[in-house]
């Protein structure tokens, strides 16, 4: 008797580099069973995630990872969840977290979301939104975390670095890991004035940020519409890591927006074509308080692109438009502007 998934001859290694989830793909073979109800057979999701169907077996079987239907013939059948989950467990293996750790860390996702039901207070006071946005209060074990994290970029020791990661990764969602663990133990390191290195501390710990922040956004990436913008982001200044309060602001975006940045070693002619080329609704630019704006022009960018410039400030109160278009203020102040010209 054959099996009911019929196998591959060959295993594939899974890779981050694996697109978002693409459901609009059509089932490839008469011998399976078709798509019905949103279910996939192995084979076509195969297809989507690049994962092999031996692969997807030894998950189910070895760590009981995915959970398929099964139909009465035995074929496993995969609703969309699976394949997003298939996704995250590629995501987290690239970054050189086991599969038992991985089983944990989905394990513990999926009570939080369960748990995750009380509706958000809308009734704040408008003394309260003029007040800066406080970072999401951590657990016990998020503070000890950050406590950690900070040690770790104080001696800039990578090895430490990663090993803290891995243990958040096991205890919080990914949206939490880089807002109250990374971008926290960064911001509270960026308020301290000296520790031995300090200047090619933060260097060191802001590019490995935005590299931790590009991952996010990959795995968050959806595909740009009117209502879900194409937005790309930038700093003026060649390899200059974001801060704390920029990566915080790219986050926010990223809710209402499909965000990419852009490589800080292109050209700022470079960077005009690569923004006509992926006919970006939005380019958002952020500068540093001490930089002035460069020379580019909107008269060098596609009709469709709307170009930002955002300067933020330590001051939460002020706010303005300066002449020459930068939006200047608070991380708050900053991000309603943009959000409210995006949006």
């Known amino acids: 008797m054959s099996n009911p998934d019929q196998h591959q001859p060959a295993d594939v290694h899974p890779t981050a580099s694996t697109s978002t989830i693409a459901l609009d793909k059509t089932c490839p073979t008469p011998d399976e069973p078709a798509c019905q109800d949103g279910l996939f057979p192995i084979r076509a999701v195969a297809n989507i995630t690049g994962v092999n169907p031996i692969t997807l077996r030894a998950w189910e079987r070895r760590y009981n990872l995915i959970r398929p239907t099964r139909t009465a013939t035995g074929h496993r059948l995969y609703s969309a969840s699976d394949i997003q989950e298939i996704q995250r467990i590629m995501a987290l293996s690239a970054q050189g977290i086991g599969f038992m750790q991985i089983a944990q860390i989905l394990a513990r996702e999926s009570r939080l979301a369960k748990n995750h039901h009380a509706p958000a207070d809308q009734s704040l006071s408008a003394a309260q939104e003029s007040r800066p946005e406080a970072p999401v209060t951590p657990s016990a074990q998020g503070v000890n975390l950050v406590e950690s994290l900070k040690q770790a970029i104080i001696h800039m020791d990578p090895l430490a670095l990663r090993r803290i990661e891995q243990q958040a990764m096991m205890w919080l969602p990914p949206e939490q890991v880089m807002n109250s663990i990374l971008i926290e133990a960064y911001r ?4 301290r004035d000296s520790w031995p ?7 060191w710990f802001g590019h490995h ?5 590009e991952w996010w956004l990959l795995q968050h990436a959806r595909k740009p519409s009117l209502s879900h913008p194409l937005v790309l982001v930038d700093t003026t200044t060649d390899h200059r890591p974001l801060d704390s309060n920029e990566c915080r602001l790219i986050m926010s975006l990223a809710g209402k927006c499909t965000v990419q940045l852009i490589t800080d070693t292109l050209s700022e002619t470079q960077r005009v074509r690569l923004v006509n080329r992926w006919q970006a609704q939005h380019w958002v630019r952020l500068l540093k308080p001490s930089e002035p704006q460069q020379a580019c022009t909107g008269d060098l960018l596609s009709g469709s692109t709307r170009l930002h410039w955002c300067q ?8 303005s438009i300066a002449p020459n278009g930068v939006c200047q203020g608070g991380i708050i102040r900053c991000q309603r502007y943009l959000l409210d010209q995006i949006a």
């Open 188 to 191: 509270q390191l960026e308020e």
């Open 197 to 203: 290195d300090r200047d090619m501390g933060l260097h």
């Open 209 to 213: 940020v935005r590299q931790r922040l």
């Open 312 to 319: 933020i400030i330590s001051d939460e109160q002020a706010f």
